[in-house]
């Protein structure tokens, strides 16, 4: 009697046992000459300077005298390099640096969302912090916008019903904006 007929579980379990070491081999063999070929030999696998190339810097030399106007950026976007104290923003500054905000609906159902955008001139890279009026005062809300283009957008949800009250606050300048009402129910 053969052994295949009387024990096929073990003929096949040979077998694949077999096939299991030939694809082991071949694959073995493939990535050892694959790394031969792009040089992975396992020698160093730190490069020097002198693998890579060389840097060239300069010799520092003296400049010369400038020959233009000197100009001292102040620490805020439109301050000139004049030495006199700042003074009160005036009317037209105030108005640049408002907070322009509105809601892109006033009735939503519960968890509905709520597209909050505005306009912060002068608010390039500002994080909006949104709030909500509760209890009698301002509290966070979990969301922010950033200022882009001097725009920015965002949305929030709430399951609170009734008329609920919202803003944004730079936190950085203290600014504020607008509060916009928003019916969810």
């Known amino acids: 009697m053969a052994l295949h007929d009387d024990r096929p579980v073990l003929t096949g379990l040979l077998a694949l046992v077999g096939v299991g070491l030939a694809v082991g081999l071949v694959l ?100 909006l912090q949104v709030q909500k009026f509760v209890s009698g005062g301002w509290q966070d809300f979990p969301v922010t916008a950033v200022v882009s283009n001097e725009t920015f957008a965002t949305y929030v949800q709430t399951s609170a019903q009734g008329v609920n009250r919202f803003r944004v606050v730079d936190n950085d300048s203290e600014t504020a904006s607008n509060e916009v009402k928003v019916t969810v129910g």
Not at 62 to 74: I, K, M
Not at 80 to 90: D, K
Not at 103 to 118: F, N, R, S, W
């Open 28 to 127: 073995g063999g493939g990535a050892l000459a694959v790394t031969r070929v792009l040089g992975v030999d396992g020698s160093s696998a730190t490069t020097t300077a002198t693998d890579v190339g060389s840097l060239y810097l300069p010799r520092p030399s003296e400049t010369g005298e400038p020959s233009g106007p000197l100009l001292t950026l102040g620490a805020e976007p439109g301050q000139g390099a004049s030495q006199e104290p700042s003074q009160e923003p005036t009317k037209k500054e105030k108005a640049e640096k408002e907070i322009s905000l509105s809601a892109g609906q006033t009735q939503v159902a519960p968890m509905g969302q709520i597209d909050l955008t505005g306009v912060y001139p002068g608010g390039e890279g500002a994080v």
